[in-house]
């Protein structure tokens, strides 16, 4: 069952008597969120804007949508991060997700005791069961390490750009284990940690190892690289998401490109998509500065569109000099 941190809004609208407050959550809590619209409009005779857009992330606030639509304050739900406030408009939320891990820490047993010494991660709506999934662990002889939060991070979390919980601990542990349902995070701290990865499902109660998948998901974004190199226009994606406009890394790849003869252009998208990007012909291929998970998922696009570290990759043999290590850093931005 997920639970959204209901008080903590209500007090803040008590504090602030907003007239208006906007309301910003992940497709999965859009139900909830919507019971909370109604409720506080009840409560409080506050109107509520549900925004209604996909949100992926903590760096996809609205903290401008609340002047924008004549708002007093935005409460960012489901992204819970080691802040308790972003830019000047936005409170974040906690939502955490109460489902049992005991099962599948039994399942995962014999899998883990292998490894002797595993590392702990997560993203936030488990983030409150990371200190007693170690202790578990430790009952049955594992030895359990978390990662300390650094930035944005609390201990033991990872974002979908930020591993940094996992990379400081690599060389302490043999294996990890990543408590959720999200592949993508699982298979993210591999890439980083180049360490054997199991993804622990509370919900269909599966322990899967990612390695496999870290593999194949490598060749292809390597493959993206090399068909790349033969691009004589590139376009630089500046992601107009809040937290996703990094104008300095878009000049800084397209002075670098041009400094190899390529033509460039940039280009501004809310959403990065095929079919937006399929109007732009006279571009051969792309660098996106947005979110490196965009990229991760190459065959959703009919031209290569680069991450930052796939275009460090496509400088450096431009270069005539090799990458190693693509993933292998605290950060993906």
Not at 25 to 54: H, R
Not at 237 to 261: C, D, F, P, S, V
Request: charged content about 25%; glycine content about 6%; hydrophobic content about 45%.
């Amino acid at each position: 069952m997920i639970w959204i941190d209901e008080e903590k809004i209500f007090s803040e609208i008590r504090k602030r008597n907003p007239k208006t407050v906007v309301l910003n959550a992940p497709e999965g809590l859009m139900m909830k969120v919507q019971e909370l619209a109604f409720k506080i409009q009840e409560l409080f005779n506050t109107q509520t804007i549900t925004i209604a857009d996909p949100c992926y992330g903590v760096c996809d606030t609205v903290d401008q949508e609340v002047e924008r639509l004549e708002a007093d304050i935005a409460f960012h739900i489901g992204h819970n991060i080691a802040l308790e406030r972003m830019g000047k408009n936005t409170v974040l939320i906690d939502a955490v997700d109460d489902v049992d891990f005991d099962e599948i820490l039994r399942a995962s047993l014999l899998t883990l005791k292998r490894y002797e010494i595993i590392g702990i991660c997560t993203i936030s709506p488990y983030i409150h069961k990371i200190k007693k999934v170690k202790s578990f662990l430790k009952e049955e002889g594992i030895e359990a390490i978390i990662g300390k939060g650094k930035g944005l991070l609390k201990d033991g979390q990872v974002l979908g750009c930020d591993f940094h919980t996992a990379f400081e601990i690599r060389e302490d542990v043999k294996a990890f284990a990543f408590l959720g349902q999200s592949i993508f995070h699982a298979i993210g701290i591999a890439l980083t940690t180049n360490k054997p990865t199991f993804m622990l499902d509370p919900y269909y109660k599966e322990v899967l190892d990612v390695t496999p998948m870290v593999s194949d998901l490598l060749k292809k974004a390597i493959l993206s690289i090399y068909k790349a190199l033969d691009a004589n226009t590139f376009g630089i994606i500046i992601g107009l998401k809040e937290g996703q406009r990094r104008l300095e890394r878009a000049y800084t790849i397209k002075n670098e490109l041009e400094k190899h003869g390529k033509k460039v252009l940039f280009i501004a998208l809310h959403e990065v998509n095929n079919e937006r990007l399929m109007q732009l012909q006279k571009i051969d291929a792309f660098v996106q500065t947005a979110c490196p998970r965009i990229s991760m998922n190459g065959e959703s696009f009919n031209k290569p569109v680069l991450s930052t570290l796939q275009a460090e990759a496509l400088i450096k043999i431009l270069d005539g000099k090799d990458f190693e290590d693509l993933f292998q850093r605290s950060t993906w931005v």
